[in-house]
Structures are given as C-alpha cells and as structure tokens.
C-alpha cells in the first residue's frame, strides 16, 4: 500500500522568504511523486512530477522539489516566496501497483504574509 | 482547449432530496476521477472509470452514492437521499493515459460545492 504524509499542516511565511514543505511517502514499489497547488475556490493543479531521472524537479512559478529515495522523501522549496502563493499544496503518489490510483496527502496551507 | 467542465459549481439542498453532479472530461482523456473534499477527511477519491468503465468504487462512501459514466464525454454523481454529512466539495478529475502508466497528471474541474441543509 502507498501512502503520503505531508508533515506540517500550516505554514506561515513572510513575503521573499524561502519556504520547504515536507511530504515523505511509503510505497513497496517504484513511485511516481506530485505536487499540486489548489488555490482558493478552484481545483488543483500541476505543479511538479517526478518521474524518474534527475532527483531534482522544476515546475511552475519558481517551485522544485527534490525526490531522496533513501529517506523516502520528496520536499518542495521555493527560494522567495510572494503574496500569490499563498494555497494550499498537496503532495501524491502513485505507483505500478497494477492500479490507477493516485494518493493525496492532507495538503499544507501555506499563507505569505506582506 | 478547455478543461474539465463541472456542473453546478454550488448547490443547496435540504436532507433526503436527491443530488446529481456532473462532469465533462478533457477530450480524449480515458480516465476519469470523483473526489470529495471535506476538512475533516482531506482529498478521498470516490470513484474511477477507465474508458466508461468503472475500474475502483471501494471509496464510494455507501449505497446512496452511484456514479455512471454512459460515454467518454459525461459522467454523472448522484448522492440519494442526500444526508448534511455530505456536504463537501466534489471534484471530477481526469487523465490520459499514453502507453499506459500511472505518472501521468490528473487535470481537476473547479469543483462543485455541495450543502445540504
């Protein structure tokens, strides 16, 4: 069984400060880890991915996030953070478990203070 | 192109009526995703069809919970009777699958905001 624990549930951060949200995952089998971005009232979206490759992801709006297989971990981090980041971040998981099924975390709010 | 398109965006309804969302995925997309937000239980997926066909219902909460998926461009949720524990948002979801594989990104609609009173 896969799982994904996103290990704060809020974090507040001043405005150009650096910000990392923690997500470590379980999984007995090959992994394929996400980050998505749900801002208020709307649907989530696609921040990042990774697939397999270069442990370090780029995405959207500046974010990258860094896969360590070894502590079963995949961060997100973004050097300076603006006001317009301010959403709610879920990490997933999912895996060649035979099924299509992806699994969320319980999502970080991150809330930039001016 | 457009996204995944979710129908009503809010709804208000009083206890033991019945309820029914809908959803049209992204064109071309084979999978297709219902999910249900709540504060107290996060992101839950509901259900999953994989070209109409439902392929994982094991989220569904009870029997007053059914989906249907009657072609690739419509899927309908329907909660009956509806019960003020479901009040949540419902998000329908999809993905392609090109050479199979589950990395592939999940597109969400923008939700559709259930309460019943």
């Known amino acids: 069984a896969q799982s994904v624990t996103q290990l704060d549930s809020q974090v507040p951060v001043f405005e150009e400060a650096p910000v990392e949200l923690r997500c470590n995952y379980s999984?007995?089998?090959?992994?394929?880890l996400f980050w998505y971005v749900q801002y208020p009232n709307q649907g989530l979206q696609l921040l990042l991915k990774y697939l397999s490759g270069s442990t370090l992801v780029k995405g959207i709006n500046g974010f990258e996030a860094e896969f360590n297989k070894s502590q079963t971990s995949f961060h997100l981090r973004k050097p300076s953070v603006h006001i317009s980041d301010t959403a709610e971040y879920f990490c997933?998981?999912?895996?060649?478990?035979?099924?299509?099924?992806?699994?969320f975390g319980a999502g970080t709010r991150l809330f930039v203070k001016a | 192109d457009a996204g995944v398109i979710q129908s009503p965006r809010h709804e208000v309804t009083e206890m033991g009526q019945e309820v029914t969302l809908r959803c049209k995925p992204i064109?071309?997309?084979?999978?297709l995703f219902w999910y249900r937000q709540t504060m107290m239980r996060g992101l839950e997926l509901l259900i999953y069809?994989?070209?109409?066909?439902?392929?994982?219902d094991s989220g569904m909460p009870e029997d007053r919970f059914s989906a249907k998926m009657p072609n690739a461009s419509f899927s309908t949720l329907k909660i009956q009777p509806s019960e003020p524990r479901d009040s949540a948002v419902y998000f329908c979801a999809s993905s392609s699958s090109p050479g199979g594989g589950p990395g592939n990104t999940i597109y969400f609609g923008e939700g559709s905001w259930l309460t019943v009173v």
């Open positions: 999984s007995s089998v090959s992994v394929y």
């Open positions: 997933a998981v999912s895996g060649n478990t035979g099924g299509f099924k992806t699994i």
């Open positions: 069809f994989n070209n109409n066909v439902p392929i994982d």
């Open positions: 064109s071309g997309h084979d999978y």
